[in-house]
């Protein structure tokens, strides 16, 4: 396990879907990634993801929580905004899988 472990974050856009091609349009950019990653430290493990979807909302709470600096507001804004998020993807979730 490697101590104080740190990740680079990359966020690229503002784009639409529909801008995109149809069949996987984040794959071409994270085997990008991934190969130069790969170059610069060719004997590392390492884990890799990425998708489209994210909102405006969700990219600006994202760039705070990476900040590593949060308000009282902030933080009650996260919360709000994972619980919008709960609630719109379980309520087509059965019961018995929404804790999964």
Do not use: H
Request: charged residues 25%; hydrophobic residues 35%.
């Amino acid at each position: 396990m490697i101590p104080n472990p740190e990740y680079w974050s990359c966020v690229i856009g503002p784009t639409t879907r529909a801008e995109l091609p149809l069949n996987g349009a984040d794959g071409p950019m994270r085997d990008a990634v991934k190969d130069i990653f790969s170059k610069m430290l060719p004997d590392k493990e390492f884990s890799i993801w990425s998708g489209w979807g994210v909102s405006t909302k969700a990219k600006e709470l994202i760039t705070i929580l990476i900040s590593g600096y949060l308000t009282n507001k902030e933080c009650d804004e996260i919360k709000k905004f994972i619980k919008q998020m709960q609630d719109s993807r379980t309520s087509d979730v059965p019961e018995s899988t929404r804790s999964l």
